[in-house]
């Protein structure tokens, strides 16, 4: 495994994290022992970096992921868990109470990075107050290190003209092969401040790293049944990109999860990707990502078959 620092932390994590947005009814997995086996997989590759959420299975991911690393011996040092709190609970009083619930959850006495999931939406909340919060919790040493998921760059930087004693460390948006919108704005203001960008869907959820026959698309039960990328006008698209992330890793005897991945690592070095798993040997697989680079001409190659995408988000029927 590959390591760097998280954002001007001084933290050493590892250059791929683990997502457990699978610890959910979203995903399936729901029982204690496949997400501790998911967790040890891990740990045993030298992954440090877990990312959950407030929002997660209701509750479900911070609870399995905080008692799989406790049962494993796994030290609160040793590790850095990422959680975020949903929008809607951004008021002052909600961001101090939703705190309590996840070290409750988590089993923590404090949060190692705490972000704000999304911007509130239905609610009425001045930035300024959910900032406020974050460094309250800071001060006070409940929270160590805090930043922004999903927010436009204007928000992110009213947040931080709101902020007196600390910085945003992390800033967390979705960034694959495919959907590469974090990297016209995002990614340079990340690199401007010195915070990490975590990669979410790194793997497109799957769909730049397999294929799937069309008729089977329609048979996914999980979140994917719903996500524009499944929808046969994108999927036929990244089925063209699969075989070239493909070929790239026949080339290098990797698999196209490792090629997607570490398409990302070449990117940037404060791109840290965070794949969820749903099985043991995923994590392993997805761990290999690291501590290798494929050439320019690949790496180009890729770039070229992902930017003859048109994908679309518009996929209602007629
Ligand atoms: N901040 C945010 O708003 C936000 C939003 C979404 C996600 N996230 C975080 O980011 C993490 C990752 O994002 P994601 O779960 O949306 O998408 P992802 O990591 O792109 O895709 C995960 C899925 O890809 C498949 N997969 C994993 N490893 C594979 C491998 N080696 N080969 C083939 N397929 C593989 C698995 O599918 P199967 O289920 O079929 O096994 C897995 O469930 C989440 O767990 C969550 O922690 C954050």
């Known amino acids: 495994m590959e390591y760097t620092t998280l954002g001007g932390t001084g933290l050493r994590v590892s250059r791929i994290g683990l997502g457990t947005w699978q610890f959910s009814e979203d995903w399936g997995v ?10 040890e997989a891990a740990v045993e590759s030298g992954i440090n970096l877990f990312d959950t959420a407030f929002r997660y299975g209701q509750g479900l991911s911070e609870r399995l992921l905080g008692r799989a690393l406790r049962e494993l011996g796994v030290g609160y040092d040793d590790i850095v868990v990422v ?35 999304w911007p509130p939406l239905w609610r009425h909340i001045p930035v300024c107050e959910y900032a406020r919060a974050f460094e309250r919790l800071v001060v006070m040493g409940k929270v160590h290190y805090i930043g922004l998921s999903d927010h436009p760059l204007e928000l992110v930087e009213a947040f931080r003209s709101c902020l007196s004693r600390i910085d945003v460390d992390v800033l967390q948006y979705k960034l694959n092969l495919a959907e590469r919108e974090a990297e016209r704005d995002v990614l340079p203001y990340a690199e401007d401040l010195g915070a990490s960008l975590m990669a979410w869907s790194p793997l497109a959820k799957g769909a730049i790293v397999r294929s799937v026959e069309p008729e089977r698309l329609r048979e996914l039960r999980d979140y994917r049944r719903l996500d524009p990328l499944y929808h046969p006008v994108n999927y036929s698209q990244l089925m063209k990109l699969y075989e070239e992330v493909k070929r790239v890793a026949d080339k290098y005897g990797k698999t196209p999860a490792q090629v997607a991945l570490n398409w990302l690592l070449m990117l940037s070095d404060v791109v840290i990707p965070i794949p969820g798993a749903t099985r043991p040997e995923q ?25 003859r995408l048109r994908l679309t988000y518009v996929v209602q029927e007629e």
């Open 30 to 39: 729901t029982s204690y022992e496949r997400a501790k086996a998911i967790v």
């Open 283 to 307: 994590v392993r697989e997805n761990a290999g990502a690291a501590g290798w680079r494929m050439s320019w001409s690949d790496w180009r190659a890729l770039d070229e078959a992902s930017r």
């Open 83 to 117: 959680t975020k709190i949903p929008g809607e609970l951004l008021s002052r009083d909600d961001v101090f109470r939703a705190v309590d619930v996840s070290l409750r959850r988590l089993g923590f006495g404090a949060i190692h990075v705490l972000l704000a999931h």
